[in-house]
């Protein structure tokens, strides 16, 4: 169909530490790969979005690549960067503006916890004066909340981050991969309770690209085209508690996570069953067990039945954050929106590896999330 996107390239950079390397320069890195896997000069790409918060404008990267004038668009949105980056390249592909386009999102962050200004979010400086910029304590609250609601346990939440530490120790380019115990994980420092210090990820580096195709390119480049189904990206509404609120409001309101990835299995024609291999966003464990229920991977409090049999494990039914995740990866912002569209695609593709999931690929579904309440999810098939 003339109307059809499809990713027909990937490219990373490792994540991790890289001293001397600067965003920049992954990015440059993480494109040409993108490039060479999809057969295309970069000549021939006619748009190009991408985003980093810390790394530097991600169409800066041209001076590597090569001046060719294409239009390409800066984006920065916290954690959702790269979903916002991939959101708008494929508006231009199914405008029809362009046939083919670049998405890039990388970043380098310093070691240490992420340090926003409270006034910045458009918050007083009371927030930042109580600790509650430290977004561990929110992850805290929240998921002690969601605990107590559906019956979640602390072995649940270890699981998660075992989970993605077997998983990521398969994947080359994972920041994290030794292994940990369920028993590990519980017995490392306690950050803010009920969360231990290896149920959380780390700011870190990295970047990662795609190439995107529409319409008869997609013939003409792709040995298996993965298609982008649907993109959806959805913000808070009033009522929702999410990164950065500044109080809880009385009536609950479903969270932009519940609406976006509505929207994109509508979009899809899909079903949220249909899905073979789900990416999430797991900022901490806990993050993965509410997001599993709020994309519709299936019911509240059903998590911990699922988890706890290893139904979201490389060899489940429903495999989930199977290259690691962000616990595993790291969480270089710009980049972790389409670290999971790369792992998908890796996936639909068959290329995985040593983490390639068995059985039937025909769905992949991703979801990143990020501050003040963003989020963006998208579904691709083959």
Sequence with gaps: ???????????????????????????????????????????????????????????????????????????????ATGGSALTTAHAMLVSGQADIALVVGFDKHPPGAFNPLPEEW?????????????????????????????????????????????????????WRRKPLSDDEVLASKMVNHPLTQYMFCSPGEGAVALVLARGRRIRELARMPVYLRSVAFRTRRFGSFEVFSPSVAIESA?????????????????????????????????????HMAETGLCEHGEQEVLIQSGATTLAGRLPINTDGGCLANGEPIGASGLRQVHEVVLQLRGDAGDRQIPGRRRVGFTQVYGAPGVSACAVLTV
């Design 1 to 79: 169909m003339t109307g059809d996107v499809a990713v027909v390239g990937v490219g990373m950079h490792p994540f991790g530490r890289h001293e001397g390397v600067t965003g920049l320069q992954m990015a440059a890195v993480a494109a040409r790969r993108a490039l060479a896997d999809a057969g295309v000069r970069w000549e021939e790409v006619d748009f190009a979005a991408g985003g980093s918060d810390a790394g530097g404008n991600a169409d800066t990267s041209v001076a590597s690549l090569g001046l060719t004038g294409l239009p390409f668009i800066n984006v920065k949105n916290g954690c």
């Design 122 to 174: 458009g918050i007083g400086s009371w927030y930042g004066e109580t600790g509650l910029m430290l977004t561990t304590q929110f992850f805290a609250m929240k998921i002690q909340r969601y605990m107590a609601e559906h019956a979640i346990t602390a072995s649940t939440l270890a699981k998660v981050a075992s989970k993605a530490f077997a998983n990521g120790s398969r994947n080359a380019n994972a």
């Design 254 to 290: 479903p969270s932009p996570t519940a609406e976006a990835a509505a929207a994109a299995f509508e979009q899809a024609g899909v079903a949220p069953g249909d899905v073979d291999v789900a990416q999430v966003q797991d900022t901490e464990s806990g993050a993965e067990v509410m």
